[in-house]
């Protein structure tokens, strides 16, 4: 799903609630129906990511946990 246009927001090492509130701001930056790829080390981000982008209205297009963390692509709501 991600491809080169995707944006890649590495969040490793910050603990909640930084993790949402550094991608709500970068989010505010980017276009409608844009990509982006949030990387995170906080084990809250599994539960705090999805709650942002219901909240939102943003899209959670992919979960998925990697060696250390956690890796979640977005897209903004149109």
Not at 26 to 52: C, N, Q, S, W, Y
Request: net charge positive.
């Amino acid at each position: 799903m991600p491809n080169a246009d995707s944006l890649i927001y590495d969040l490793k090492g910050l603990k909640c609630p930084l993790p949402v509130l550094k991608t709500r701001k970068r989010m505010k930056t980017l276009a409608p129906g844009a990509l982006i790829i949030v990387e995170t080390t906080d084990p809250l981000a599994i539960i705090d990511i999805p709650h942002f982008c219901n909240e939102d209205g943003h899209s959670l297009e992919q979960s998925e946990a990697l060696a250390v963390g956690h890796r979640f692509v977005i897209r903004k709501k149109a």
